[in-house]
Structure formats: C-alpha cells, structure tokens
C-alpha cells in the first residue's frame, strides 16, 4: 500500500528542468548525516586497521593534508604530493588516511570489516521512512555519498535502494587494496557532476526528489525539482 509524501521544505535552488508527465520519479539520498546518524567512515577504516593504529594515521593525515600545495603555490612545501595538489583539506585528509590505513590490506579483509559495520548503523529513522515511502510510491531510489563502495552495499542491503553512487577504492590484480580512490572524492560538486551525468545516461525522469545536509549536499540538490535540506544528524 502506497503512503503518501509529506511535501519536502526546498532550501536549495529547484532544477531547471520541468518534471515530465508519465516518467518515474526519482528520490537521491545522502548517506551519512542524512540516512544515518554520524559518519561511516572511521568507523570501517577502526574495523580493518584497529583503533589505536586509526589515532595515529588521523594525526599523520591531518598533518599530511596541511602541507599539501595550494592553488597557485608554485613548489609543494614539505610533505605535498603533486598528484594531490588541487585537493581542498577534507579530500587531501581523506586521501592521506585511506592511503594509510588501506594499502596492501586484503580485499577480502575489508570485506570482513564492512560485514561487521552492520552493527555499527544508526538510522535517522525520519529520512529512512521517507526513503520507503519513495520505493512505495514506485519512484527509483539512489544513494550519492562519499562513503566507500567498499561497505556501502552491506549498509543498504536490507532497503529498496535501486543505485548507489560512491566512492570506489582500487584493487590490485593481487587481491590487495591499492588505498587510491578509483575517480575521486564522491562529495560536494564531484557528487552533483557525477549524479547529472547519472541521470543523463539512466533517465529521464518526471519529478526529482533530493535529501542532504549542508552545506556539501547543496550542489546535487540544486540538481533536484525538490531539495530537503537536512540537519545533519549525530
């Protein structure tokens, strides 16, 4: 039985797009902060790595980060990377920690480590039943988060999400986790780059339904006919 959808409070620009009568609704969620209460990040990486050994990385990936070059720096101070250096301080944080804490680990470990993340989930049972009340209404539910591909299908095997956009971490031909993202941080405007070409290659749809928190969510749900902003939940 079909439930109905209480109308979204728009806090971010609407689509340009008109919605089309007769084409499936869309509904794209965030995931953490939005579908869920704090962040899955660190509590994977404490699964594969061990929490002691995560302190340690999360100081040296900070420092790592600070000394990254910036726009316009002609040379890298110490410690920078080239291939890093238009990285803004949280993708430059989170590439250094996943550098640290996934080379050389065993796919198969983080697998075991992103079973076990089961129990960590805390839903924003708000947004959850709004996302069911989406798949009730037959509109096609997508996650577009930055968290990794690697745990995130466990995380929504038990919900009616169509698609999942995310982060992928690359895998060497031996079986081990190289630590480098495959293309990218999937966040704030590479999320929205990578949805509108979603959309474009999937669609297209009637109305565009978008659910995230501020402000790294506002460029996808600027994308949307209507935006949910959400108070990002701890």
Known sequence: MSHPIARPTVEAPAG?????EGLPGLAVFDFDGTLVRGDSLLPFLARVAGGETLRRHLARSAAGAASRRLPGRATLVKGGHPADADDDFKTAFKRRLLRRCLAGVPLARAQAAAADMAAWVRWNTPLRDTLLRHADQGHRVLVATGALTLYMPTLLADLPVH??????MAVGDDGLLTGEMVAGNCVRAEK????????QETGPYGRRWGYGNQPSDLPFLALMDEATVVPTAH
């Not at 340009?16 to 089309?20: E, T």
């Not at 929205?192 to 959309?199: E, I, T």
């Open 192 to 199: 929205a780059r990578r949805l509108a070409l979603w959309m």
């Open 16 to 20: 340009a797009v008109p919605p089309a």
């Open 163 to 168: 698609d999942l956009l995310g982060t992928e």
